[in-house]
C-alpha cells in the first residue's frame, strides 16, 4: 500500500475554474509539503503546513492531521498552472521525533486549457 | 533570491562508468538532500547530510551510491559503476534548520542522468 495518495490522476480544467486536489497518507507525519513539477522537470515548493490552512496567490492548502488528509486549491485556475502537483509528506518516528526523509506521492498531472 | 544549483543539467555516462553529479545548496542551509526520479514514476527519497555525515538513507542508496560536502559549498552524490537502472532525474535539496518553522526544503534543477 502506498502511503502517500493522491486524487485525482490526472486532471484537466478550462481556464478560470476552482481546482482541488486531494492527498492523503497513512502515516503519523510532522509536516505535508505541495511540490510543483514544471513539464521541464524542475521542482518548486508551494507549502509545507503541519495544521490548519495556508494562502499564497491564488493557492491554498489546507490539512487535516486527524483525518491524515490535504487539498491543494487553486482559484481562478491559468493555463501557466499546468504541471504536476505533488503532496510529500515527512513521516514521524515511533517515538515521535521526524524522520529527515520525505515520502513522495504519485503526482497530480494538472492541464488548464485556454 | 537564494537558490540551490545543479550541474550538470544533463549526463550522459556508459555503463559502468563513475558519474558525480553536482549540487550547491542554499548557503546558510545545513542539511542536504538528494532524490531521484526515474522517468513516469514518483520522487525517491535517496539519503539525507548533516554535519558531514548521512543521517538517513533509503534501500536504492546502496554501496554504488556517495555523497560527499568536499568544500563546504558543494554537496555531490557519486555513483561508482552507473547501471542502465539509474538512469532518472537527480534532484537536490537543501533545508536551514531543524526547527519547525523552518523545514521546508528547496529543490535544485535536477540533472538527468542517461546511462546508455
Known amino acids: 500500500k502506498n502511503e502517500v495518495e493522491q486524487s485525482p490522476q490526472n486532471l484537466t480544467a478550462q481556464e478560470g475554474e476552482f481546482i482541488t486536489i486531494n492527498c492523503s497518507y497513512s502515516v503519523g507525519i510532522s509536516a505535508l509539503h505541495w511540490l510543483q513539477q514544471h513539464p521541464g522537470g524542475g521542482i518548486v515548493s508551494l507549502f509545507m503546513?503541519?495544521?490548519g490552512k495556508k494562502k499564497h496567490g491564488r493557492l491554498i492548502a489546507t490539512i487535516n492531521i486527524q483525518e491524515k488528509h490535504s487539498s491543494l486549491h487553486i482559484t481562478a485556475s491559468h493555463p501557466r498552472d499546468s504541471a504536476v502537483y505533488i503532496c510529500?509528506?515527512?513521516?514521524?518516528?515511533?517515538?515521535?521525533?521526524?524522520?529527515?526523509?520525505?515520502?513522495f506521492g504519485p503526482g497530480t498531472s494538472l492541464s488548464v486549457i485556454p | 533570491e537564494p537558490e540551490v544549483t545543479q550541474t550538470p543539467s544533463h549526463q550522459v555516462t556508459q555503463m559502468g562508468q563513475e558519474v558525480i553529479l553536482r549540487c550547491v545548496p542554499i548557503s546558510n542551509h545545513l542539511y542536504f538532500y538528494w532524490y531521484r526520479q526515474i522517468l513516469g514514476q514518483k520522487v525517491e527519497f535517496l539519503v539525507s547530510f548533516y554535519n558531514n555525515e548521512i543521517s538517513e538513507k533509503s534501500e536504492i542508496f546502496d554501496d554504488q551510491f556517495s555523497v560527499e560536502r568536499p568544500d563546504g559549498s558543494n554537496f555531490t552524490l557519486k555513483i561508482r559503476s552507473t547501471k542502465l537502472e539509474d538512469s532518472a532525474m537527480y534532484f537536490c535539496a537543501s533545508r536551514r534548520t531543524s526547527l519547525r518553522s523552518h523545514n521546508e526544503q528547496f529543490f535544485g534543477p535536477g540533472t538527468r542522468l542517461t546511462v546508455l
Open positions: 503546513l503541519s495544521s
Open positions: 510529500a509528506v515527512r513521516p514521524l518516528l515511533k517515538n515521535q521525533t521526524s524522520y529527515d526523509k520525505v515520502i
